[in-house]
């Protein structure tokens, strides 16, 4: 079997090979990963031309793959049993005449509102988001501006739809989320700025209502000390003593009234 074109080793019995000295190696579980077409090919029949004395062509049937967006590493040649074998379904809808679409997700349901990202894509033969999610560096650049970010996006939404998460209304609410800490965030900076502003004034003669209150509250609280000349004064000017019998002069006896 073919070890080559793409076909990464993945897999190894190293407790087969540490007690016999060999074992089994896995290759391609990525191989759902790569663009793979097969297609009809005109070739020249060089033994039939030679034996006809004249060019002789035939249908043969070859294969291309290639990495997802890597147009310049592309293996295009003659098929044989073992790409039948590799890849049954894709064989199975060329012998069909069905379009070889490989299976996955496809862009819309990641790029609802994009089409023009889709016909980006597709451009580089790239049709479902597991694609998209596994581009290689070189893809990336061979694609563009903006490939990584949406590299990053079929990623999120892979990684979320083997949660069960709902891709779409996940990406709502940390929008909001955003919008409402980039909210906070101006207001705060507002404040700060409110604050600053204020303590770079100089003082003003207008009336400090604070300092009145904690004047106020100290001097309620201290003992109360009349002024006793102040308040003779007071005193002297708004009561008169009763007129009485002179001080030191004897008093007579007391009348008796006769009826």
């Given at each position: 079997?073919?070890?080559?074109?793409?076909?990464?080793?993945?897999?190894?019995?190293?407790?087969?090979?540490?007690?016999?000295?060999?074992?089994?190696?896995?290759?391609?579980?990525?191989?759902?990963?790569?663009?793979?077409?097969?297609?009809?090919?005109?070739?020249?029949?060089?033994?039939?031309?030679?034996?006809?004395?004249?060019?002789?062509?035939?249908?043969?049937?070859?294969?291309?793959?290639?990495?997802?967006?890597?147009?310049?590493?592309?293996?295009?040649?003659?098929?044989?049993?073992?790409?039948?074998?590799?890849?049954?379904?894709?064989?199975?809808?060329?012998?069909?005449?069905?379009?070889?679409?490989?299976?996955?997700?496809?862009?819309?349901?990641?790029?609802?509102?994009?089409?023009?990202?889709?016909?980006?894509?597709?451009?580089?033969?790239?049709?479902?988001?597991?694609?998209?999610?596994?581009?290689s560096g070189e893809a990336i650049s061979t694609v563009g501006m903006g490939c990584q970010e949406w590299v990053n996006a079929a990623q999120r939404y892979m990684e979320r739809v083997e949660k069960g998460i709902n891709h779409h209304q996940f990406e709502k609410e940390i929008s909001k989320r955003d919008v409402q800490i980039q909210t906070l965030n101006r207001q705060i900076s507002e404040l700060t700025s409110l604050v600053r502003s204020q303590q770079s004034q100089p003082p003003t003669?207008?009336?400090?209502?604070?300092?009145?209150?904690?004047?106020?509250?100290?001097?309620?609280?201290?003992?109360?000390?009349?002024?006793?000349?102040?308040?003779?004064?007071?005193?002297?000017?708004?009561?008169?003593?009763?007129?009485?019998?002179?001080?030191?002069?004897?008093?007579?006896?007391?009348?008796?009234?006769?009826?």
């Amino acid at each position: 079997m073919d070890t080559t074109e793409f076909r990464p080793m993945t897999g190894m019995d190293h407790n087969s090979i540490a007690s016999q000295g060999y074992g089994m190696v896995q290759y391609g579980p990525t191989d759902d990963k790569l663009i793979v077409g097969f297609y009809k090919k005109s070739v020249l029949n060089a033994a039939r031309s030679r034996d006809e004395g004249k060019p002789v062509y035939e249908g043969r049937d070859f294969v291309k793959i290639q990495h997802p967006g890597e147009t310049l590493n592309v293996v295009d040649r003659p098929a044989h049993d073992g790409d039948k074998q590799r890849w049954p379904q894709k064989w199975d809808q060329y012998m069909r005449g069905v379009t070889q679409i490989p299976d996955g997700v496809p862009l819309n349901q990641l790029f609802p509102d994009k089409p023009q990202i889709i016909d980006m894509m597709r451009g580089y033969n790239i049709h479902t988001v597991e694609q998209l999610s596994n581009l290689s560096g070189e893809a990336i650049s061979t694609v563009g501006m903006g490939c990584q970010e949406w590299v990053n996006a079929a990623q999120r939404y892979m990684e979320r739809v083997e949660k069960g998460i709902n891709h779409h209304q996940f990406e709502k609410e940390i929008s909001k989320r955003d919008v409402q800490i980039q909210t906070l965030n101006r207001q705060i900076s507002e404040l700060t700025s409110l604050v600053r502003s204020q303590q770079s004034q100089p003082p003003t003669a207008s009336t400090d209502f604070q300092t009145m209150q904690i004047n106020a509250t100290h001097q309620s609280n201290e003992p109360f000390t009349p002024d006793a000349a102040q308040f003779h004064t007071d005193l002297s000017g708004q009561t008169q003593k009763a007129r009485g019998w002179p001080k030191g002069k004897p008093r007579g006896p007391r009348k008796i009234q006769e009826h």
